[in-house]
């Protein structure tokens, strides 16, 4: 079946411009996480969904940074008034369910550069 | 609150060689444990994991790895390592309660013939 998958793949966008990621899930996966991975780190946990709700956003860094999640399925990353230290790879992942040991299914990530 | 280290930024093993990479964490309760595999222009895949019982763990591809609650480590081994094996490993953590995971800075892993 398909995995997780991620739109657009590469986003090349001005500092102060307005972007969306797309991240659509595992059909049927409850939970859906995004990551941001800058060079040479690992992924940094930004928020995970459990259904629309979001459960956890401790890790969205400021409040340029939002996502939702409308109907439980497809969830849509935004970034407003981006700047250059926001160039990263944001990764997506979901899970069946929203138990701590259900595993994370990873996207492909989109790559974003702010220039 | 929850931290992942992962002493070594890059490790280079002979074909056939044996291989562990270090992962140490920090977490006041018992943690659930991860091991991911990213390789380039792939997503990241999850190797093993560890929540309860055996503290030895069998993953994926041969990999296994051993939890020491007493030395706060969940190092990840494997006996033979194989070229398709270069990549960039990731340890992580996750808490009780939560699906927030922690990953460390990652090691990655070259392979010489």
């Known amino acids: 079946g398909a995995g997780v998958s991620q739109t657009p793949s590469n986003k090349v966008t001005e500092k102060g411009k307005y972007v969306e990621l797309r991240c659509d899930p595992i059909s049927g996966h409850t939970a859906l996480y995004w990551y941001r991975q800058s060079l040479g780190q690992g992924p940094e946990f930004l928020i995970y969904?459990?259904?629309?709700?979001?459960?956890?956003d401790s890790g969205l860094p400021n409040d340029r940074f939002f996502a939702v999640r409308p109907e439980g399925s497809v969830s849509t990353l935004k970034i407003q008034r981006t700047e250059r230290g926001d160039s990263a790879v944001y990764l997506c992942?979901?899970?069946?369910?929203?138990?701590?040991?259900?595993?994370?299914?990873f996207g492909p990530g989109t790559r974003l550069t702010v220039l | 609150a929850q931290s992942v280290t992962q002493p070594d930024i890059h490790i280079t093993v002979s074909e056939g060689a044996s291989l562990e990479l270090r992962c140490n964490y920090s977490?006041?309760?018992?943690?659930?444990l991860f091991w991911y595999v990213q390789s380039p222009g792939q997503g990241l895949q999850l190797l093993l994991k560890y929540f309860s019982g055996d503290t030895l763990v069998q993953g994926i591809k041969g990999f296994e790895a051993e939890f020491k609650r007493s030395q706060s480590s969940f190092n990840l081994r494997k006996p033979s390592v194989h070229w398709s094996d270069a990549a960039e490993y990731f340890c992580a953590v996750g808490a009780t309660g939560g699906l927030k995971t922690i990953f460390g800075a990652g090691t990655r892993l070259f392979v010489k013939a």
């Open positions: 977490y006041g309760a018992t943690p659930y």
């Open positions: 992942a979901s899970s069946l369910g929203t138990r701590e040991t259900d595993t994370q299914y």
């Open positions: 969904f459990q259904g629309t709700g979001a459960a956890d």
